[in-house]
């Protein structure tokens, strides 16, 4: 089992560390996946859950707001950008 899980732990750096893949965003689900389109069409579907990733910012889709206007309504107030940085697990962009 020590090898099994050095082997899971080794895989999931490896896929951390591609440029196009990502975490499913939704609580529970676990999976992630290669996302060739990367920021050029940034909603991510989940093979696996079926609902939707920000591939740009690693967070549940921002229902009805595009990229552009999730960041300004970060820039517009603190408060905004910090519950859109607890939306993202505590990581900033």
Known sequence: QVFETYDTLLLRSHLQALEDFRWCAWAGCGYGQIHTNMDDAPIMKCQKCKRKTCFTH?????????????????AQSEEVALLQQLENGGKIK
């Not at 690693?58 to 970060?74: G, L, P």
């Open 58 to 74: 690693s967070c549940e889709w921002h229902q009805d707001r595009t990229c552009a206007e999730f960041e300004n309504d970060a």
